[in-house]
């Protein structure tokens, strides 16, 4: 099957990425003062299991190990961590 336009699998990997790293965020419920911490902490668990992931990828027959998939997944897990980082810290009115 084609991809609907070039890069559509780098957006898939942020938008799968953006989704774990949203995930970790939640399961490591960190109080309101280390909140920033754990949301750089799930952006960089995410980053390392995406590289391995791209790694094992390598053994698999079909599937490429990509160093741009890597930064995609980069790119979803921090997007996902700024945002609920801004969502958490919005001031209210």
Same mark, same amino acid.
């Given at each position: 099957?084609? +991809?609907? *336009? +070039?890069? *559509?699998?780098? !957006?898939?990997?942020?938008? #799968? %990425? /953006?989704?774990? @790293? ?12 280390? &909140?920033?911490?754990? @949301? #750089?902490?799930? /952006? !960089? #668990?995410? *980053?390392? %299991?995406? #590289? ?12 490429? @190990?990509? =160093?741009?998939?890597? &930064? /995609? ?8 961590? =700024? !945002?609920? !980082?801004?969502?958490?810290?919005? +001031?209210?009115?």
């Amino acid at each position: 099957m084609k +991809p609907p *336009f +070039p890069g *559509f699998d780098k !957006l898939v990997h942020a938008g #799968i %990425y /953006a989704v774990l @790293c949203g995930l970790l965020i939640r399961a490591l419920a960190a109080p309101r003062a280390m &909140f920033a911490r754990m @949301c #750089i902490l799930a /952006a !960089l #668990i995410s *980053f390392l %299991y995406g #590289i391995s992931d791209e790694m094992h990828q390598a053994f698999v027959p079909g599937r490429s @190990c990509e =160093t741009g998939d890597a &930064f /995609a997944n980069l790119a979803g897990a921090v997007l996902a961590a =700024t !945002l609920l !980082l801004l969502a958490r810290h919005r +001031p209210l009115k």
